[in-house]
């Protein structure tokens, strides 16, 4: 059997406009493409990705402009396709004034207390 | 139920989510699990019994094993006759005893 | 067959810019000291760990010179632990990311280290024993 894998986003936009993608989200789907039974957490600043309307076009260094900026929620919302759940914690989310309509659909709902309960149904929680 | 050792590598003094790791630990412990929580780098800042070092001592009463790497402390010059009570330093080795045993490992 | 377990390891810091890539090595150091067979897949900032074109400084605030700093290169301590783990009977397997060698332009690692992908720190922690993530923020 797969292992299960429980893949926790803390961490945001730390490295985002480089890479033109969040690493973290990156490898989930690159991971879920070589085979890995993977369900995604966003907590923390992460929540934010979840957010309706981001927009990180517009960048340019001198005459160099950045072509494809990150989408994150378009992101988010791909890992659907791939029979990928994604959960987030609703704690995080009110604290930093976001409402569920500020959000994209599809995510299944998380709380802080719930997350340890949340933890015994896989085989490893990669925390990155 | 299941075994976790749970890696703290960051201080409550500068990063507010460290609240929400130690009350991972005490959601755990509460359902049953056996929870190291090993506390590394900065980690270990609040083992010195200061404004932000009564969570760990809660932790520990409540069941956690609550470590401290010993050359994280020493590197700070927090000495035992510092720390807050029921934090206890160890050696570094002791996640890798339990990553071998199989425990569920994250790292904050 | 041994029976000694296999541990992998993900990083993501690159050197000298925070504490984790140390503590990552201190963790690896004690595994090869037992003789585990140890691997680590280094995505992101990591992939410079083992970067072959580090090279040692002076450090003219202390007056020292080259040979006196002595300046720790995160190259030389894999090759250390490299050795440490086959001495006791293990072994160390690096690979790099190889999309994020690209973009760091950091091609030349130290002999033995080999490009990968996702996929193969999925197929390491399907047969390791247990599998740490150390994320960066």
Known sequence: MALKILSI????????????????????????????DITVLLRGNAVNYAVKGQDASGLSFGDKKQTHPPNLEHDLTSFAGKGVKVFIVQDDV????????????GLESSSRSKVAGMLNDYDQIWHW | MAKYLLIESRDPFVAANVGH????????????????????QNGVLPARKSTQSQPLADLAKAGVEVLADEFSLRERGITTDRMVEGVKSSPLD??????????????? | MSDKPTLTFCLMDPPYENARSTTALRLVDIAARRGYNI?????????????????????????RDA????????????????????????????????????????????????RGTPGDLLKWAESSTNTLIIGTH
């Open chain 2, 94 to 108: 002791i996640v890798i005893d339990q990553l071998a045993e199989g425990r569920k490992t994250l790292w904050h």
């Open chain 3, 39 to 63: 691997n680590v897949f280094a995505y992101e900032g990591a992939v410079g760990l083992p970067f072959l074109a580090q090279k040692a400084h002076p450090n003219k605030v202390h007056g």
């Open chain 3, 67 to 114: 040979e006196e700093e002595d300046h720790p290169l995160p190259k030389d301590w894999i090759a250390a632990l490299t050795k440490t783990a086959a001495d006791n009977g293990g072994k160390l397997a690096w690979i790099n990311c190889g999309l994020c060698v690209d973009e760091r332009g950091v091609h030349e690692a130290l002999e033995g280290v080999t």
């Open chain 1, 9 to 36: 986003v803390e961490s945001a936009y730390r490295a985002t406009l480089e890479e033109q993608d969040d690493p973290i989200l990156w490898i989930s789907h690159a991971l879920k493409g070589a085979g890995a």
């Open chain 1, 94 to 105: 009110a604290e930093r004034g976001l409402e569920r309509t500020d959000l994209i659909d």
């Open chain 2, 21 to 40: 790791y130690y009350e991972l630990a005490s959601g755990l412990v509460k359902d049953g699990n056996e929870v190291t929580l090993f506390l590394v």
